[in-house]
């Protein structure tokens, strides 16, 4: 639903048959869009180029304003082109707004996650990403590559309580709540990489946090490091009789391998 206004450009050949240079030049404006029962765009304003002087005479549409579950996509482009039986989609994305553990986990099975890794999740973003893929004919992703930056402003994960962790930080919360997060996303045919660089809640203060970790779908092996800053928290590693209260200084540093086997 919306209002549609543009111009057709419809050439014909000296046969009567439509010409291959033709397109469409116009703007939708505030539209409400329905891809499945799921997913929807509303409050859609977009320009929209189809044909000549767009790549593969596809279409290109540079968004002024809409919200794809609840996130603000103004300013985003998207590039559309039908190759046989598949939609190759190629887009920079703007995404601010709030995030949830309902709109998160309608998102997490297109791109193969699992969406039980948290129990609940709530925050703020203001994301930039270029993402390129093909879709199917049932709306499956293929071949997905993609980088994000930007900030995550607030962020509150509810995790399940851990023992072991319990062990060694005796004051640990499952409910991890984060704030100015800076993160770097990339996901490559052969790796992804995922940086974050922000500051934890211990009690009521915050403590400093940088993780790295890099995945090889190869040779399916995890690499992960970094540093937390743990001068707000209390600390027991039993087994190096070390023991420290709440406001002395100290920090932690950690290069780990994963194997998935």
């Known amino acids: 639903k919306g209002s ?4 057709f450009i419809i050439p014909f050949d000296a046969d009567g048959k439509i010409g291959k240079d033709y397109g469409f030049y116009g703007k939708i404006s505030e539209a409400s869009i329905n891809l499945t029962k799921d997913f929807s765009i509303k409050n859609f304003t977009t320009e929209i180029r189809h044909g000549s002087g767009v790549e ?6 540079n968004i002024k304003k809409g919200t794809f579950l609840d996130i603000k996509l103004d300013g985003s482009v998207i590039n559309l082109n039908r190759e046989e039986n598949k939609i190759k989609i190629k887009s920079k994305l703007n995404t601010s707004g709030k995030i949830n553990s309902s709109n998160i986990k309608k998102i997490l099975p297109f791109f193969d996650l699992n969406k039980d890794i948290f129990k ?4 703020n973003i203001n994301l930039h990403t270029n993402i390129s893929f093909y879709l199917d004919n049932r ?6 590559l993609y980088n994000t930056r930007g900030i995550i402003s607030y962020l509150e994960l509810s995790t399940e309580e851990k023992k072991l962790i319990k062990q060694y930080l005796p004051e640990y919360d499952p409910t991890i709540i984060a704030k100015n997060i800076n993160i770097k996303f990339i996901k490559s045919k052969s790796k992804h990489v995922a940086e974050l660089d922000g500051a934890i809640k211990v009690k009521e203060k915050f403590d400093n ?20 800053d743990l001068t707000h928290s209390k600390v027991n590693i039993s087994k190096l009789n070390y023991k420290k209260d709440r406001g002395e200084k100290s920090q932690l540093f950690f290069d780990t391998d994963i194997s998935i086997k």
């Open 4 to 7: 549609l206004e543009g111009e």
């Open 56 to 61: 593969n005479s596809g279409f290109i549409a």
């Open 120 to 123: 609940d999740i709530k925050g």
């Open 139 to 144: 709306f499956k992703i293929k071949n997905l």
């Open 209 to 228: 946090f940088t993780i790295k970790e890099q995945y090889n779908y190869n040779k399916k092996k995890f690499n992960i490091n970094g540093f937390f």
